[in-house]
């Protein structure tokens, strides 16, 4: 079954907009959540990354907001770029070098 | 510093034919992760090798398995393939040896099984 669910599926925004996608995770036994970013025909590339014992952690335009007890984290990108257009995965991992990866998020920046 | 590399990029198969992919990690890094990324399962893990040992494994059949040279170059081998093994193979590098380190992903190699 599916360890980490993200949600939406797809995502439209406009150009200085912020981009919000959500993740849930189930497997308590999990301790470090990046994000990555995948253009078409490359390989996802990490954008971003946390571990539970904080709450919040920016980088640039990027902002993951974890919450523990939730078990949830999301990704907001602020003042979204074309060049933001991408596929974007929430990940976990227990420390194993074995990410268990959302489904997902087609984002598109419109001008 | 040379990304990770997968070879080949494309490869074409029939049903019942066996496959190696190849992938060779950034310099220094001692950890290779394979993933399959398909348009219904998304991206699952397969396995990990660390010093020419698997580590961890993921939920897949017998068929695929892998292996870890000297160099801390990778293979991949799926025997008696399915149509289902249509897949983005990917690979990522990591140093390894302490956990949470960043896994580099190669481009993949796109197989399909006709």
């Known amino acids: 079954q599916q360890q980490v669910k993200q949600s939406p599926q797809s995502l439209i925004v406009q150009k200085g907009g912020i981009s919000i996608i959500n993740c849930a995770y189930e497997?308590?036994?999990?301790?470090?959540f990046p994000w990555y970013q995948q253009f078409p025909g490359k390989g996802p590339a990490l954008l971003i990354a946390?571990?539970?014992?904080?709450s919040e952690k920016k980088e640039g335009r990027f902002t993951i907001s974890f919450n523990k007890s939730a078990k949830q984290f999301s990704l907001h990108i602020m003042d979204s770029q074309p060049g933001d257009s991408a596929t974007y995965f929430c990940?976990?991992?227990?420390?194993?070098?074995?990410?268990?990866f959302g489904t997902g998020t087609r984002l598109t920046v419109i001008p | 510093k040379a990304g990770v590399t997968q070879t080949p990029r494309y490869l074409i198969k029939t049903r019942g034919q066996q496959v190696t992919l190849s992938c060779s990690p950034i310099?220094?890094?001692?950890?290779v992760s394979w993933y399959q990324q398909t348009p219904g399962q998304g991206l699952q893990f397969l396995f990990e090798?660390?010093?020419?040992?698997?580590?961890n494994k993921g939920n897949f059949p017998g068929r695929f398995s892998g292996r870890q040279f000297s160099n801390s170059r990778s293979e991949m081998n799926v025997s008696t393939l399915e149509l289902g093994d249509s897949a983005l193979y990917l690979c990522?590098?990591?140093?390894?040896?302490?956990?949470?380190?960043?896994?580099?992903f190669g481009p993949g190699t796109r197989l399909t099984v006709l």
């Open positions: 990940a976990a991992e227990t420390g194993a070098n074995n990410l268990f």
């Open positions: 497997n308590t036994a999990f301790d470090y």
């Open positions: 990522a590098s990591s140093l390894g040896g302490v956990s949470y380190n960043e896994q580099f």
């Open positions: 310099s220094g890094h001692r950890s």
């Open positions: 090798y660390f010093s020419e040992t698997q580590r």
């Open positions: 946390i571990r539970p014992d904080v």
